[in-house]
């Protein structure tokens, strides 16, 4: 029996997206009445996909490139974890308001913690590429957490330097974050007192692209999360293992993404390992 389609996700492109794999198992295990498609929606069509959307009787939607933060500018109220990362990717419709959600941030902590059973509080972390979108929520979810050590690594400093600004009140004391240049000289010396590496770019989906962190640099008791999960092992997953690191990629982060988007619309405990099947194509 067909749903109709009462979730999206939106972006440009939108085609590959998986999160429809994840999103409708988990509504027909769940007794849902509606389906989740793929919306695609240029720069342009924004404000009249989510009029369209909203017309339609829709319950939400997931926003992704180019969205994320036009979205972030139009709905009507918003959690404290999407102001601080300054970027939608949920929005539910309820009563007529738009409330927005970043998930990004909370996933990733949820991902981290599932692979390497430990909590952000306990460590110190270093993000490589804190500048983007992905680095900048990664960022504000490890300082809501309290991270022991937090450091932004950025090849340009200056607006890793800004987010440093942004977050200082949630990491008080002298030394506890700080921004530095991509450089193997800083990264050395950083990754010395450092227990967790994000990889925050998109280096790595393709072959040829230049190593996140030198691999001699990488140590046996670094924990390594990389964001990118296509391919499944990048240069630098397979020079953490070659290490001896404990390491993960990005793909159960959508997975918890995914999740927690589903929770928000439905204020409910959503299916996990129905929606990790689905999104693991089991």
């Not at 924004?46 to 933060?69: C, Q, V, W, Y």
């Not at 400093?157 to 600004?165: M, T």
């Not at 793909?251 to 929606?275: C, I």
Request: charged share 25%.
């Amino acid at each position: 029996m067909e749903f109709p389609a009462r979730l999206a996700v939106i972006g440009d492109p939108v085609a590959h997206s998986r999160s429809p794999q994840m999103h409708n198992p988990a509504l027909r295990a769940t007794g849902g009445n509606a389906s989740y498609i793929r919306l695609h929606l240029r720069e342009g069509e924004l404000d009249e996909g989510i009029r369209l959307m909203e017309a339609a009787g829709f319950i939400g939607f997931n926003a992704t490139i180019p969205h994320k933060s036009a979205v972030f500018e139009r709905v009507d109220e918003m959690t404290e974890t999407a102001r601080r990362v300054g970027a939608v990717n949920t929005v539910a419709f309820r009563e007529g308001r738009l409330i927005g959600h970043n998930t990004d941030a909370p996933g990733l902590q949820r991902a981290v913690k599932e692979a390497f059973s430990v909590d952000f509080c306990d460590l110190r972390i270093l993000i490589v590429g804190a500048g983007g979108g992905a680095g900048r929520a990664a960022t504000v979810q490890a300082a809501m957490e309290g991270c022991r050590r937090l450091v932004l690594v950025n090849r340009t400093v200056s607006k890793a330097g800004e987010l440093v600004r942004e977050i200082a009140d949630l990491l008080p004391g002298e030394g506890r974050v700080v921004a530095v240049p991509w450089e193997d000289a800083e990264l050395a010396r950083e990754l010395e007192c450092t227990d967790l590496v994000i990889n925050a770019t998109s280096l790595g989906m393709k072959p040829d692209d230049r190593p996140v962190v030198p691999g001699h640099l990488l140590r046996a008791r670094h924990l390594v999360y990389d964001m990118v999960y296509s391919p499944p092992e990048t240069r630098f997953l397979e020079d953490a293992r070659n290490s001896g690191a404990m390491c993960a990629n990005g793909l159960d982060m959508l997975l918890w993404q995914g999740v927690l988007a589903f929770e928000f619309w439905f204020d409910r405990e959503a299916p996990v390992e129905v929606m990790r099947r689905g999104l693991h194509g089991m």
